[in-house]
Nanobody, 125 residues
Framework: QVHLVESGGGSVQAGGSLRLSCVVSGITISTHCMAWFRQAPGKEREGVAG???????SYADSVKGRFTGSKDNPKNTLSLQMNSLKPEDTAMYYC???????????????????WGQGTQVTVSS
């Protein structure tokens, strides 16, 4: 059985930082495209960062220069370092996985078949 478990969310003031983690079991992340998504109330789920099997990360324009995605293959763990947080970053954050060495189309949630339950990030002004 595949499990993705996110942690590290919380409440911070604008300009602060958080580091999200996603511990994965049941699949080997080194052979999967991994991604972080977020969903704010009343909005569609949007891709934040996609990380391919080589560890190369791509980002949504809204988070470029502020967020850094990484993976630790031996620990089978995905991370998202979020700096300079803004109120508009407030959302539930999810990690996701799909079997593919590449991350083409990572921005599309429909391309992923494994999901975590999410961790809430709240940024106050």
């Amino acid at each position: 059985q595949v499990h993705l478990v996110e942690s590290g969310g919380g409440s911070v003031q604008a300009g602060g930082s958080l580091r999200l983690s996603c511990v994965v079991s049941g699949i080997t992340i080194s052979t999967h495209c991994m991604a972080w998504f977020r969903q704010a109330p009343g909005k569609e789920r949007e891709g934040v960062a996609g990380i391919d099997s080589d560890g190369f990360a791509s980002y949504a324009d809204s988070v470029k220069g502020r967020f850094t995605g990484s993976k630790d293959n031996p620990k089978n763990t995905l991370s998202l370092q979020m700096n300079s947080l803004k109120p508009e970053d407030t959302a539930m954050y999810y990690c996701a996985a799909v079997w593919s060495p590449f991350c083409r189309g990572w921005e599309d949630a429909g391309n992923f078949n494994y999901w975590g339950q999410g961790t809430q990030v709240t940024v106050s002004s």
